[in-house]
């Protein structure tokens, strides 16, 4: 997975598949991101790692619009989310936001529903697909993420491994150019974090473009081929991981690597 991302066509020009530039993130007088500028291209796998309250998940909201900028601008796809903190229109942004899925930390299953009716009501509702085709694509990513024999049990049998599992599927459904995911593991115990990370590493060597925000070091060192390091509402330092795990230059970075490994 450390393979250089192919950059992507739009309108006969090469534009980044995520273009932020100047972000800025305010609640009340917190200031929860200063000034966050990246580019996202096609089949990259950005990790993002850094200390609680840093900004990693209000920049991820702020990408799907869960959270309102307060300033900057955000391109998905050539198209404009968000301009110098100007927003769209409610369909344009719709348009723009669902090129990309989410996966949270917190599964947000719904518990009346067996695992099959949690993965085909979104496509229902927001794509008016058939129920042929929702039911050809659940089963097709409850494969995927091997589940397919747990499609009618309820989220209360499952463990916290396979829920955060089939929220996976249930963001594949949407058929997403870009996954989300905010520290998709934090809810585990340690021996469940390693099927998620290997359904998300799958998913990478099927080169699907990632943003996840994690405290999984192994994961943002092995699957990973750019790593943000992110505090007090800025980009440190960013890199490989080989420089930012091998030769880390910010001493922030350094201090927080060496605390967590």
């Not at 966050?36 to 609680?52: Q, R």
């Not at 499952?158 to 594949?172: E, F």
Request: proline content about 5%.
């Amino acid at each position: 997975m450390k393979n250089k991302p192919q950059r992507q066509r739009w309108n006969g020009k090469i534009m980044s598949l995520i273009h932020v530039e100047h972000l800025k993130k305010s609640f009340g007088k917190l200031q929860v991101l200063k000034d966050v500028s990246f580019d996202v291209n096609k089949g990259d796998v950005i990790a993002v790692i850094g200390p609680s309250g840093s900004g990693k998940s209000t920049m991820l909201r702020c990408l799907i619009n869960l959270e309102k900028v307060s300033g900057g601008t955000i391109e998905i796809e050539g198209s404009t989310l968000v301009q110098d903190g100007k927003y769209p229109s409610n369909a344009q942004m719709r348009a723009v936001t669902e090129k990309m899925g989410m996966v949270f930390q917190h599964f947000n299953l719904f518990p009346h529903l067996t695992v099959r009716k949690n993965l085909e009501l979104p496509p229902r509702r927001v794509m008016k697909a058939t129920m042929e085709q929702v039911r050809k694509d659940s089963d097709l990513y409850l494969k995927k993420v091997g589940l397919l024999d747990k499609a009618d049990e309820f989220p209360a049998n499952l463990s916290g491994g396979q829920k955060q599992r089939v929220a996976i599927a249930r963001a594949l459904m949407m058929h997403p150019d870009i996954l989300l995911f905010d520290e998709p593991t934090s809810a585990l115990d340690p021996e469940l974090t390693g099927e998620v990370l290997g359904t998300m590493k799958a998913l990478a060597e099927e080169n699907m473009t990632m943003i996840v925000v994690t405290h999984e070091m192994a994961f943002a060192r092995e699957v990973a081929n750019h790593v943000v390091f992110m505090d007090q509402g800025i980009f440190l330092e960013e890199g490989s991981p080989e420089e930012i795990f091998g030769n880390p230059k910010n001493e922030r970075t350094r201090e927080f690597l060496n605390k967590i490994l």
